[in-house]
């Protein structure tokens, strides 16, 4: 089994390296360079034709793309510590959190990188910055949202356990970060949660 990846701050690779790290699971991780485009090579893309990071290869050749199916593949392998939930009520909040870190963190966050961001102009050159810049607004605005939500003193996003929607949003906020958009001052519950999470040993990968 091979891990391919990439190191910080891309986001979506350390996904999985925090949940690993989590779990205890130790996989031979393999570094494929975005600056080099190494994950455009032919022979990357045989691996994950989207040509996009992490990818896991097992040993019998079979290649899983996508952040959140990896983890899920080492849940079923290793159901403890429950990362997705246990019981049902567990799962579908854990779900719910996951896929709104995701929509409205991440995509608005997403857009500011492709639009925005004179780095990625290179690789976009046809960037839409007036979309770009409202995305901002769009993401501060959805850091406020998640502040009102965590204000209600519960320990982590989907309850009082830590799981893959932390590493979800923990990850997108650090993301947003390295591309200046922080979490807003008046945010103190999400601070706190960041400050929660960030402490973790995991947090490190
Ligand atoms: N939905 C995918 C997104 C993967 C992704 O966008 N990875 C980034 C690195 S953080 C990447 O490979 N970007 C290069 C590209 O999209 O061309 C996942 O969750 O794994």
Known sequence: MKLYGENNPAPNPRKVRIFLAEKGIEVPQVRVSIMKREHKAPEFLKKNSLGQLPVLELD????????LAICRYFEALQPKPALFGESAI??????????????????????VWINAD?????????????????????VANNMRWLD?????GRAF??????SMADIVL???LDFS?????????????????HARVSARPSAAA
Not at 60 to 67: H, K, N, P, R, V
Not at 91 to 108: D, K
């Open 157 to 162: 996003l989907a309850g009082s356990s830590f």
């Open 90 to 111: 567990e799962q579908a909040l854990v779900e719910m959190w996951i896929r709104r870190a995701e929509f409205r963190l991440w995509n608005p966050m997403s857009q």
């Open 148 to 152: 009102g939500e965590l204000s209600d």
């Open 118 to 138: 004179p780095r990625t102009a290179v690789v976009n050159p046809n960037q839409f910055k007036d979309y770009g810049e409202h995305n901002k607004k769009i």
């Open 170 to 172: 923990l990850c997108g």
């Open 177 to 193: 970060h390295f591309i200046g958009l922080d979490i807003p001052p008046e945010c103190g519950a999400l601070r706190a949660w």
């Open 60 to 67: 019998d050749g079979t290649y899983i793309a996508e952040s």
